[in-house]
């Protein structure tokens, strides 16, 4: 397949790029700094462009099978990465009639009802207080892409790992997943190539957990 990828330079964007270079795909990975970008592929190619800005990267979406993206903000602010972003893909999307997207979100934004009192008390109140500004906009990001129209899958991680890829991990589709404690960044990608083709995961929120 032909494959465009935001975030890139990240953790998990890395993977993605690695992985769908192995498995033959042909991948552009969009990024703000091509220096960040340590892989060289003769089936890569990396194009400076600013997810906030639509028409830096708009015509290197044409002809692509699919879009995924592993967006993600550093710090604690007020952003709109994921909602302006992710809006920028979409309307890119639709203009070149690509149909499949694959994005991140998280696990942090709904609490499962077997989470235990003293775990949903620290969720609540810490973790969801802390990251208050970035699930907001994950909030904002998950309607634009609800009311899209295309063949979407948005993922929710719970916490990331460096941890190896094994390709064992469990997903639930549109329910929180019970027991969630992590996911490697390796599998996390591993999942978001197999999902590319899975009609099973169209238009559906998935969690993932190991």
């Given at each position: 397949?032909?494959l465009?990828?935001?975030?890139?330079?990240?953790g998990t964007?890395r993977q993605?790029?690695?992985?769908?270079?192995?498995?033959?795909?042909e991948?552009?990975?969009?990024?703000?700094n091509?220096?960040a970008?340590?892989i060289?592929?003769?089936?890569?190619?990396?194009?400076?462009?600013?997810?906030?800005s639509?028409?830096?990267f708009?015509p290197?979406?044409?002809?692509?099978?699919?879009v995924?993206?592993?967006l993600?903000v550093?710090h604690r602010r007020?952003?709109?990465?994921?909602?302006?972003?992710?809006?920028?893909?979409?309307?890119?999307?639709?203009?070149s009639?690509?149909?499949r997207l694959v994005?991140?979100?998280?696990?942090?934004?709904?609490?499962p009802?077997d989470?235990p009192l003293m775990?949903?008390?620290?969720?609540?109140?810490v973790?969801?207080k802390?990251?208050r500004?970035?699930?907001?906009d994950?909030?904002?990001?998950?309607?634009?892409?609800r009311?899209?129209?295309?063949?979407w899958?948005?993922?929710?991680?719970p916490?990331?790992?460096?941890?190896?890829?094994?390709?064992?991990y469990?997903?639930?589709?549109?329910?929180p997943l019970?027991?969630?404690?992590g996911?490697?960044r390796?599998?996390?990608?591993?999942y978001?190539?197999?999902s590319?083709?899975?009609?099973?995961?169209?238009?559906?929120?998935v969690d993932?957990?190991m």
């Amino acid at each position: 397949m032909k494959l465009v990828v935001f975030g890139a330079t990240g953790g998990t964007g890395r993977q993605i790029v690695l992985q769908a270079l192995e498995h033959g795909h042909e991948v552009t990975a969009i990024v703000r700094n091509r220096e960040a970008v340590s892989i060289d592929h003769e089936r890569l190619e990396v194009i400076q462009g600013d997810v906030l800005s639509q028409s830096s990267f708009s015509p290197w979406i044409s002809g692509k099978d699919a879009v995924l993206s592993a967006l993600g903000v550093n710090h604690r602010r007020p952003t709109t990465v994921y909602s302006e972003g992710t809006g920028n893909m979409l309307k890119a999307m639709q203009s070149s009639g690509v149909r499949r997207l694959v994005c991140l979100s998280s696990a942090g934004l709904e609490i499962p009802s077997d989470t235990p009192l003293m775990q949903r008390i620290v969720i609540r109140l810490v973790i969801q207080k802390m990251y208050r500004h970035a699930y907001e906009d994950m909030s904002r990001m998950e309607k634009l892409v609800r009311r899209s129209g295309i063949d979407w899958t948005v993922i929710r991680p719970p916490r990331l790992t460096d941890g190896a890829k094994t390709g064992t991990y469990r997903v639930a589709y549109n329910q929180p997943l019970s027991k969630a404690r992590g996911i490697s960044r390796g599998n996390l990608a591993d999942y978001m190539i197999q999902s590319i083709s899975d009609s099973a995961s169209f238009q559906t929120i998935v969690d993932i957990s190991m």
